[in-house]
């Protein structure tokens, strides 16, 4: 069941609110619509991300089509490329696993466990389970994974235009966290650098 989609674009989830309340009470002004229903998707995520359980979220894509190579032989095969939620909901989670809609092979768009990231596409099945378990119970805090990876692609961004994406991934990851000013101080050392060597774009 997409829970995800549902909060998001299904009957009562956030985009047919916008619209009522655009139409009801601001003219049919979905912007002031919008600071009514951010406060209740932010408290939805908060809800997620703050609870004491391992919570496994799952999410509608829209529907792409890609060549595939298969046994030799090209295919074109059905691709999950983009979820139907807010932007950028994909920072929020420890991983982030799309799955073809013919093979059901799962390919990690986002990987902080390192269960999958340099794996081919996997079946999931109860021993996916069983191996997330387990890096979760094992006590690694995936944000100071989050920082040291921070650290070492800033260290090699070489202008602003890709030293500034890093940054805010990184800061939307470490939200909450003391590793949050860490990031800061590396973001603003780089920047520097950057600048007196000429790099800013």
């Known amino acids: 069941m997409a829970i995800h989609t549902h909060e998001w674009g299904g009957v009562g989830g956030c985009l047919?609110?916008?619209?009522?309340?655009?139409?009801?009470?601001?003219?049919?002004?979905?912007?002031?619509?919008?600071?009514?229903?951010?406060?209740?998707?932010?408290?939805?995520?908060?809800?997620?991300l703050r609870s004491s359980m391992h919570i496994i979220a799952t999410m509608r894509?829209?529907?792409?089509?890609?060549?595939?190579?298969?046994?030799?032989?090209?295919?074109?095969?059905?691709?999950?490329?983009?979820?139907?939620?807010?932007?950028?909901?994909?920072?929020?989670?420890?991983?982030?696993?799309?799955?073809?809609?013919?093979?059901?092979?799962?390919?990690?768009?986002?990987?902080?466990?390192?269960?999958?990231?340099?794996?081919?596409?996997?079946?999931l099945s109860e021993q996916t389970g069983k191996q997330l378990l387990n890096w979760l119970e094992s006590g690694a805090d995936p944000r100071e994974d989050a920082l040291k990876q921070f650290v070492a692609d800033a260290s090699l961004a070489q202008s602003m235009e890709s030293l500034k994406p890093m940054f805010e991934e990184a800061w939307r990851t470490l939200r909450g966290s003391e590793h949050q000013a860490k990031a800061k101080e590396v973001y603003d050392l780089r920047k520097s650098e950057l600048e007196k060597a000429g790099g800013v774009a």
């Open 16 to 48: 047919e609110l916008v619209d009522t309340i655009a139409k009801t009470k601001y003219r049919g002004n979905s912007w002031s619509a919008w600071s009514e229903i951010n406060p209740r998707h932010r408290a939805f995520l908060d809800a997620i």
């Open 61 to 123: 894509s829209k529907t792409e089509t890609a060549q595939v190579e298969e046994n030799g032989r090209k295919k074109v095969a059905k691709l999950g490329m983009k979820s139907e939620q807010r932007d950028g909901v994909e920072y929020e989670f420890t991983t982030v696993l799309d799955i073809g809609h013919e093979t059901h092979h799962a390919i990690a768009s986002k990987d902080r466990t390192k269960l999958f990231s340099n794996s081919d596409p996997v079946v």
